[in-house]
Nanobody, 127 residues
Framework: QVQLVESGGGLVQSGGSPRLSCAAS????????MGWFRQAPGKEREFVAS????????DYADSVKGRFTISRDNAKNTVYLQMNSLKPEDTAVYSC????????????????????WGQGTQVTVSS
């Protein structure tokens, strides 16, 4: 079955640069687009970044553009989120997701349209 397992979260100081990983299994990873989302306490889940199946196309939320970088290694079935210049407002549970439309061109699906999700990893940014 499809599994997405995030890692790399934790307590980070403001300005820190952790890298999150999402290891995928149970499907042919290289065919499908991937996304990162986050949910802060008391807030709705929001889009962070997405990447197409080949890694050639990416998209970012305005709030993280220029600070976060999404990438993928199709040989390792893993998608990454490099987070730089973290701010306290980046504190949230970060989850990866996959959209099972093979070789899809669209990487801007609403969160409700992504098919599978990981359990999430907590990132807490201290000021």
């Amino acid at each position: 079955q499809v599994q997405l397992v995030e890692s790399g979260g934790g307590l980070v100081q403001s300005g820190g640069s952790p890298r999150l990983s999402c290891a995928a299994s149970g499907f042919t990873f290289r065919y499908y687009n991937m996304g990162w989302f986050r949910q802060a306490p008391g807030k709705e889940r929001e889009f962070v970044a997405s990447i197409n199946w080949s890694g050639g196309s990416t998209d970012y939320a305005d709030s993280v553009k220029g600070r976060f970088t999404i990438s993928r290694d199709n040989a390792k079935n893993t998608v990454y989120l490099q987070m730089n210049s973290l701010k306290p407002e980046d504190t949230a549970v970060y989850s990866c997701a996959t959209h099972l439309n093979p070789y899809g061109n669209n990487i801007n699906y609403p969160s409700r349209e992504w098919h599978y999700w990981g359990q999430g990893t907590q990132v807490t940014v201290s000021s």
